[in-house]
Nanobody, 122 residues
């Protein structure tokens, strides 16, 4: 079992930066790949990026590649999403999730946080 809690969301101007954190509980955290997803009002949940259990591999959606960076600290049971050059279209609720697989498919993720709101103003 892994419990996930996101934090760090808020209101930021276009072009700004924000760092989201995801705190995990559970002794098996380091064995899971982690992903970030987002969901805007009226839209389906979409993959943002993921990181392997070791942190050695990261992968991103094309829409955020070069602007967002995922990292993890297994000693602290933490995963981070550093967001830069934010755009109004990045506005969404952001979720972290844990999976046994390194994947961009939401249905492959077993554990989810409650989400944190990110709003980017123009």
């Amino acid at each position: 079992q892994v419990q996930l809690v996101e934090s760090g969301g808020g209101l930021v101007q276009a072009g700004g930066s924000l760092r989201l954190s995801c705190a995990a509980s559970g002794r098996t955290f380091s064995s899971y790949a982690m992903g970030w997803f987002r969901q805007a009002p009226g839209k389906e949940r979409e993959f943002v990026g993921g990181i392997s259990w070791s942190g050695g591999n990261t992968f991103y959606a094309d829409s955020v590649k070069g602007r967002f960076t995922i990292s993890r600290d297994n000693a602290k049971n933490m995963v981070y999403l550093q967001m830069a050059s934010l755009k109004p279209e990045d506005t969404a609720v952001y979720y972290c999730a844990a999976s046994e697989y390194r994947t961009n498919r939401a249905h492959d993720y077993d554990y989810w946080g409650q989400g944190t709101q990110v709003t980017v103003s123009s």
